[in-house]
């Protein structure tokens, strides 16, 4: 148990090395929020996935910095002696933000775990050093500038290679990745942008011997998912109509899904991450670390969860190099084998570098003493 002395944010910004589009559109630089809790004993990072614009999900950078700012780290302030595992509650009164609040806790329990010396990874019960990590391809201008970009990926090492798609950007696009690469593990994820009405194009999809389809249709629907899995061979996954393991076990429950991506961020943080991950284990459903263009700081944290037991499926944990020139944290660095090691130092093992996060902020608030 411990106290929080003080809650420092930040709005850091990084430029992308390339363009990122999906079927909600096109970022060209990282935005995002980073916490720094002070405790009696230790300090903490948090990185929040949440972007520019509410579109992948309704929260957003704005909403999450008067969500932290205005509710969430008062309530923290005023908490007293707490655990991490105390801060659900804590947070109780305010319903969703489950992006706002995963900073705090991600913070907090690094926070935690460094004061105590132990490692996120073990932690959470990590039975691995090393993960399997895949690469996700933007949506690009032309079937050629894809296959090229497919063709470097997997000269990295890359272990899976997961298309964005769009309505009319999708079976001819997988069907030449495929004749080029007759044996890679390769999944496409829609974001939410198709329909029903749109099950012939999964019927197409299913001839391309795909690892997974990736929430085909509504961000918020499990019901017509279940549907759509009925009419299709292929492993349909969930990403974002799962926000927490109450929503992954209705899921499976339904037949929505046979896979489910994790990503902390979106569920609300890492203790909430390795309930979604308990829930699928024990249905036998295989789970796999999403990201969202992290920074090193919320990359270190998907590493430790990424190497829980049932993650069983290469994540969208890359290096640091598909993403920026320069991280605000020492670069993760993919090995040929297309694995990363999953840090090993105290809580999440990694810290910004000063001058790289000071170049970054663009806006710095601190609260508490
Ligand atoms: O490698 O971090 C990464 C990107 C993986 O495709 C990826 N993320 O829909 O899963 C997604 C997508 C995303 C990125 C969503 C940024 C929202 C923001």
Not at 80 to 93: K, P
Not at 154 to 180: F, H, M, S, T
Request: aromatic share 6%; hydrophobic share 40%.
């Amino acid at each position: 148990m411990t106290r929080v002395r003080a809650v420092e944010l930040r709005l850091v910004g990084l430029p992308l090395v390339r363009p990122f589009r999906t079927s909600f559109g096109t970022s060209t630089e990282k935005v995002c929020i980073l916490a720094r809790i002070e405790t009696e004993h230790a300090e903490g990072w948090g990185e929040c996935v949440a972007d520019l614009e509410p579109d992948f999900s309704s929260e957003w950078n704005g909403s999450v910095w008067a969500a932290l700012e205005d509710f969430l780290v008062p309530a923290l302030l005023r908490a007293g002696d707490v655990s991490a595992e105390d801060l659900d509650r804590v947070f109780g009164s305010v319903r969703g933000n489950r992006m706002a609040k995963a900073t705090l806790i991600d913070a907090f329990l690094d926070a935690e775990l460094r004061e105590r010396g132990e490692s996120l990874a073990s932690y959470l019960g990590a039975d691995r050093d090393r993960v399997a990590c895949g690469v996700s391809i933007g949506i690009a201008e032309t079937t050629d500038m894809l296959r090229e970009q497919v063709e470097g990926y997997l000269a990295e090492g890359y272990r899976r290679i997961k298309l964005k798609i769009e309505p009319g950007i999708d079976v001819e696009r997988v069907a030449a990745v495929r004749a080029d690469h007759p044996d890679i593990m390769l999944s496409v994820d829609a974001n939410a942008a198709y329909s029903l009405d749109d099950v012939d194009v999964f019927r197409a999809l299913d001839a391309h011997r795909l690892l997974m389809v990736e929430q085909p249709l509504h961000f918020e629907d499990v019901v017509q998912h279940a549907a759509l899995q009925r009419q299709v061979r292929t492993d349909l996954c969930l990403d974002e109509s799962i926000r927490s393991a109450a929503d992954a076990a209705g899921a499976i429950e339904l037949g929505a899904c046979r896979i489910v991506n994790i990503k902390q961020g979106r569920v609300g943080g890492v203790l909430e991450a390795r309930r979604v991950h308990d829930v699928c284990r024990d249905a036998g459903v295989p789970v796999w670390c999403g990201g969202m263009l992290e920074t090193g700081i919320g990359r270190a944290t998907n590493l430790a969860l990424a190497a829980m037991p049932n993650f069983t499926l290469p994540g969208d944990t890359s290096g640091s190099a598909r993403y920026f020139l320069d991280d605000i944290t020492e670069p993760f660095v993919l090995a040929p084998d297309g694995t990363m090691g999953v840090p090993q130092g105290p809580g999440i093992g990694v810290t910004p570098r000063e001058d790289r996060l000071e170049a970054c902020t663009s806006r710095r608030e601190v609260c508490g003493t």
